[in-house]
């Protein structure tokens, strides 16, 4: 339900004309809720930056999805690779 | 990775059974970037039920879950967030250890000092995540916040799920 609850309140926050970009950890809710951006992370529930104690890790998921602000072919989801 | 298969029987159920389409955002917003992120406000929305202390906890017992939100002031120090998502579906121990991994303030805090972006708004915001009836949310709260947010100024939300 968490990612069902972020897509609602990413679009509540993109109609007043804020960029917009949302982890997600679960692809199947993400495709039917369309938030605007998301980058889809391989972690279980739970762990939406990775690991915890894993600065590096973190930055690397944060720089993956805020590459994605300027793109405007919306919804979108992108794949964190690593 | 996360995938219905990984959850147990219960919620899997559920997630099956749950009306997702029915909230289907239609249409998509779409308000990209149009600055440099390194001149841009940003704030942090995390539905991972974290408050600051001494704001009251989320309501674990509403059954279509709390649409209510609380405001994190940037000022705050992480670790003393605490943590009120009613949902079993997931391992609550990462966000115990440390909440940048739902919440990931430290880390923005690394990227404005380092000038990768132009500053973190002076609030953020959290909800909890475990909303079965989502329209108190869509209707009301969400654009709250939303509405706060333009007025802040800010120029980029980064959302994290729990």
Same mark, same amino acid.
Request: glycine share 6%; net charge neutral.
């Given at each position: ?11 509540? =926050?993109?109609?007043?004309? =804020? ?21 889809? #992370?391989?972690? %279980?529930?739970?762990?939406?930056? !990775? ?6 890790? /973190?930055?690397? =998921?944060?720089?993956? @999805? ?6 405007? *072919? ?7 690779? $690593? | ?9 219960? #919620? ?32 942090? #929305?995390?539905? @991972?039920?974290?408050?600051?202390? $001494?704001?009251? %906890? ?17 000022? #705050? ?19 115990? *250890?440390?909440?940048?991994? @739902? ?11 380092? !000038? /990768? =972006? $132009? ?13 079965? !009836?989502?329209? %108190?949310?869509?209707?009301?709260? @969400? %654009?709250?916040? *939303? ?5 802040? !100024? ?9």
């Amino acid at each position: 339900m968490c990612n069902q609850t972020v897509g609602l309140v990413q679009a509540a =926050i993109e109609r007043e004309g =804020i960029a917009t970009v949302s982890i997600t950890l679960l692809r199947e809710v993400a495709e039917v809720i369309r938030p605007p951006r998301s980058l889809f #992370v391989p972690y %279980p529930l739970g762990f939406p930056l !990775g690991e915890p104690g894993n600065p590096s890790l /973190q930055h690397r =998921i944060i720089a993956a @999805a805020l590459a994605l602000l300027e793109r405007d *072919a919306v919804p979108l989801i992108e794949d964190f690779t $690593g | 990775m996360a995938n219905y298969a990984e959850m147990s029987l219960y #919620v899997r159920l559920f997630m099956k059974k749950y009306p997702f389409s029915k909230f289907r955002i239609e249409p998509v917003p779409n308000s990209p970037l149009r600055k440099p992120l390194s001149t841009s406000t940003v704030a942090l #929305v995390t539905t @991972a039920g974290l408050c600051p202390p $001494g704001q009251p %906890p989320f309501n674990q017992k509403l059954k279509m879950g709390d649409p209510s939100w609380r405001e994190i002031p940037n000022g #705050v120090e992480t670790r003393t967030l605490i943590e009120s998502h009613r949902s079993q579906s997931f391992d609550h121990r990462g966000i115990e *250890a440390d909440r940048n991994v @739902a919440f990931p303030l430290d880390r923005f805090r690394e990227l404005e000092a380092a !000038g /990768q =972006i $132009g500053r973190l708004n002076h609030r953020h915001f959290s909800f909890m995540g475990s909303i079965i !009836g989502p329209r %108190p949310l869509i209707e009301q709260t @969400a %654009p709250e916040v *939303a509405r706060l947010l333009r007025a802040d !100024g800010v120029d980029v939300a980064f959302l994290t799920p729990l």
